[in-house]
């Protein structure tokens, strides 16, 4: 696969050659039914890594209004942060929210990806998976099935955004580990398609995909 000419923007050529690689690998891998011994090497020091800034992003970019009092406990709660009491459902929310922040900040220390690459990061994320039930048939790649990600929904909530992401991450870390994916899995499905929509809009440039 020929890789991209320079656009003149760092990142987006960054971007555009994870997806790609990622993408080849992944084809490489659902066509074998083996992984090779370098993809642990890829998975690791690109893309898992990119994953772990759409995490942190996503807990920067979560605000108190993005959902109901509910789904933030729950949200919270999956982050492995206990809620505290409150005296009424204001205090409640300020609390889960507080705790979020705090966690996000625990994670900062003198040498770390600068916020706005981790808001980037979720953001085009949520364009990929908007985007990706509308992929053209010819240009969907996964090598089993019919050739149409329409039933793959965009996350509509901030826990299926939550939980789309954390995905992704099982499902890679699952192929750096050594097991190849089955074809008809689908988790799997929905990561190669992530990569597959990402591939394809990194190869329209700057236009829309």
Do not use: K
């Amino acid at each position: 696969m020929n890789e991209l000419a320079s656009s003149g923007f760092a990142e987006f050529d960054r971007l555009a050659a994870l997806f790609r690689r990622t993408r080849a690998l992944l084809d490489g891998v659902s066509a074998s039914g083996s992984v090779p011994n370098d993809a642990s090497d890829l998975l690791a020091t690109e893309t898992l890594p990119h994953v772990e800034d759409m995490e942190e992003g996503f807990r920067v970019w979560l605000r108190a209004s993005a959902a109901e009092l509910a789904e933030l406990r729950l949200l919270v709660m999956r982050a492995g942060i206990g809620a505290t009491e409150a005296r009424d459902e204001a205090e409640r929310r300020a609390a889960l929210m507080e705790a979020a922040l705090e966690r996000a900040r625990a994670t900062e220390r003198d040498i770390v990806p600068v916020p706005a690459r981790r808001l980037a990061a979720i953001e085009h994320a949520r364009l990929v998976f908007a985007l990706l039930p509308a992929t053209p048939a010819h240009e969907v790649h996964y090598p089993a099935g019919r050739r149409s990600y329409a039933d793959i929904s965009p996350p509509r909530t901030p826990t299926e955004l939550c939980a789309r992401i954390e995905e992704l991450e099982r499902s890679l870390w699952a192929i750096a580990a050594g097991r190849p994916p089955r074809l008809s899995d689908g988790g799997y499905r929905r990561t190669y398609g992530f990569f597959d929509t990402g591939a394809r809009m990194t190869d329209a440039g700057l236009s829309p995909a």
